[in-house]
């Protein structure tokens, strides 16, 4: 059980386009999603806290306007990085917790701006 | 601040040779703490969640334990498949849900 799905494993695209990335709880409802970026060789880090039916919460330093997250449902958040730039490419990753602490997370998504 | 560090940074062992990894941390009223796996390219992987000073908790070839101040991953007679990076995380009290990672330690297990 909790199994979290993402799509795409990984996207290519060109500078300045945007790209939009699902993040599925397959097998339970999650009220809250988390989205993680994560650079080669350095660990997670936290970019927003995604709550159904609400905005999301964004850690510091984080564009909001840059990285839009939308929780539509209790199974579904999505990510989309607006007019991406080289600098954006990155491993994104999601998690969500099934009424428990504990986060499980989705296999991640590699996004590269060319 | 919350803070997570994991030592060593990279560990090298023969098939058969057990070790332990650190994880030290400093957060206001622990709410868990988290030891997940992450494979090449891929998200990590739950193993364990602790909760309090002696606490322990078994999985296979992995033994996790916990103090006020630090845990430690124990791996016995590690074999090749176990070569991972190794992730801590904590979870403060107080209501918040968010997770603060170390930099995690990449063992290599050598057959």
């Known amino acids: 059980g909790a199994v979290v799905s993402q799509h795409p494993s990984w996207v290519i695209c060109k500078s300045g386009t945007s790209v939009k990335i699902e993040c599925r709880s397959l097998?339970?409802?999650?009220?809250?999603m988390f989205w993680y970026r994560q650079f080669p060789k350095q660990s997670l880090m936290l970019m927003a806290t995604?709550?159904?039916?609400?905005?999301?919460?964004?850690e510091q330093g984080v564009e909001k306007d840059k990285f839009l997250i939308n929780h539509a449902s209790l199974t579904l958040s999505t990510l989309t990085v607006t007019s991406a730039h080289p600098e954006d490419s990155s491993f994104y990753i999601c998690?969500?917790?099934?009424?428990?602490?504990?986060?499980?997370f989705g296999p991640g998504t590699r996004l590269t701006v060319l | 601040e919350d803070q997570v560090t994991q030592s060593p940074e990279a560990l090298r062992l023969q098939e058969g040779e057990s070790s332990s990894l650190n994880c030290s941390y400093t957060?206001?009223?622990?709410?868990?703490l988290f030891w997940y796996r992450q494979d090449p390219g891929k998200g990590p992987e739950f193993l364990f969640t602790l909760y309090s000073a002696g606490e322990e908790k078994e999985k296979e070839r992995l033994k996790a334990t916990l103090t006020k101040k630090e845990s430690f991953l124990h791996i016995t007679a590690p074999k090749p498949e176990d070569s991972a990076t190794y992730l801590c995380a904590v979870r403060r009290g107080g209501g918040s849900e968010k997770l603060v990672f170390g930099k995690g330690t990449k063992l290599t297990v050598n057959p």
């Open positions: 998690s969500a917790a099934p009424r428990t602490d504990t986060q499980y």
């Open positions: 097998d339970f409802q999650a009220t809250t």
């Open positions: 995604s709550n159904e039916g609400s905005k999301a919460t964004y």
């Open positions: 957060v206001s009223g622990l709410r868990g």
